[in-house]
């Protein structure tokens, strides 16, 4: 090792930052690079990658099997963001957490069985779907969001974190309260499945990021890539999976996707609508709690309705995964821009986006 190279190990191991004129390794420069451009990119890789799952189906549904696998490690990844301490300082002043808790799994699967019911009632497998994207955790790609938008991101994480850990037990719950006037629902079997795929592997993360977070600290760029590429992975499989029944929908999912469109759009009113009338909550406060109460781990959504449910009731949980970005692009642009938003960041000055 030349001593270019033990500088940068021991800035890292310092404060993970490194001084003028230092120079971070090669590999480090591509991946941080790679990871910069997916963060910027997204909504066209998600788009790209729908595509390719539905081009090349027969590839996608071979490794069908593998999906809840590839959750775990996923869910794993994601845990090794999350500090006890933060979750910890976020039930000591919780009512931003019990904002979340309340709109995102109290309110939206009320309004999502409402659509059901005016909408969907001859399609009961359907309505399913809708209720299971608002049972869903937060996704991780709404932190992406809440920093290209200047918000509050370690409370965008803390949300994500904790939202994650208590799916395990809120998501079964829900969809047992909300599902049955649809559907007969296993609740036991479905509480089994988020504990062994979402809730235990998250918890693992987050215990090994507590017993060897300062060893962690070079791999944050790879995991938030690997992260990434894992949910293209998912999602190419179940847009494989999901080919033959899209062309069996025909002009009925595009319908179903205005309906899954229409979803987000009040999310993210009711949160502005309410929470920007509330007095103490900043700009940077309201940027986390739009995006995380909007966008879902519709990678988690997808497994489980293939698994528990079936394709059809997948079918809303995959327009919801091809619309989630685009439409946090277009609230970003419009909304929270940090120069060109409704709600812009007074302190940053004014420069193109």
Request: some cysteine; aromatic content about 12%; overall charge positive.
């Amino acid at each position: 090792m030349d001593e270019h190279q033990i500088r940068i190990l021991t800035y890292r191991l310092a404060d993970h930052r490194l001084p003028a004129g230092v120079k971070p390794f090669r590999s480090d420069r591509t991946i941080n690079r790679a990871n910069e451009l997916l963060e910027r990119f997204f909504p066209i890789y998600v788009i790209l990658v729908i595509i390719l799952g539905l081009t090349f189906h027969r590839s996608a549904e071979a490794l069908a099997g593998c999906t809840v696998f590839l959750l775990g490690i996923q869910m794993f990844l994601m845990g090794l963001s999350v500090r006890i301490r933060a979750v910890l300082q976020s039930l000591q002043q919780p009512r931003f957490m019990l904002f979340w808790i309340f709109l995102a799994w109290g309110v939206m699967p009320a309004v999502s069985f409402l659509l059901g019911r005016l909408f969907l009632s001859s399609s009961p497998e359907f309505a399913v779907g809708m209720i299971l994207t608002t049972a869903l955790p937060a996704a991780i790609t709404s932190n992406v969001w809440t920093g290209i938008s200047a918000g509050n991101l370690p409370l965008n994480i803390t949300i994500v974190g904790t939202a994650s850990v208590l799916s395990g037990i809120v998501t079964p719950f829900l969809l047992s309260a909300w599902v049955g006037a649809f559907i007969s629902i296993d609740a036991l079997d479905l509480f089994l499945g988020f504990l062994t795929g979402v809730m235990l592997p998250t918890l693992a993360g987050i215990f090994v990021n507590e017993k060897a977070s300062f060893r962690l600290d070079s791999f944050r760029t790879v995991q938030k890539l690997v992260v990434k590429i894992l949910a293209g992975l998912i999602i190419f499989i179940n847009a494989g999976v999901m080919e033959p029944y899209l062309r069996q929908w025909g002009w009925q999912a595009v319908g179903l996707l205005f309906l899954v469109i229409l979803q987000a759009v009040l999310t993210y009113a009711l949160v502005l609508l309410i929470m920007s009338r509330v007095k103490g909550v900043s700009r940077e406060d309201l940027v986390p709690l739009a995006y995380a109460s909007a966008m879902r781990n519709n990678s988690a959504g997808v497994v489980i309705g293939f698994t528990y449910f079936g394709p059809t009731v997948a079918a809303p949980v995959i327009l919801s995964i091809l619309m989630q970005q685009p439409l946090a692009s277009l609230i970003h642009r419009f909304i929270f821009s940090p120069t060109h938003g409704f709600y812009k960041y007074k302190t940053v000055p004014s420069r193109a986006d």
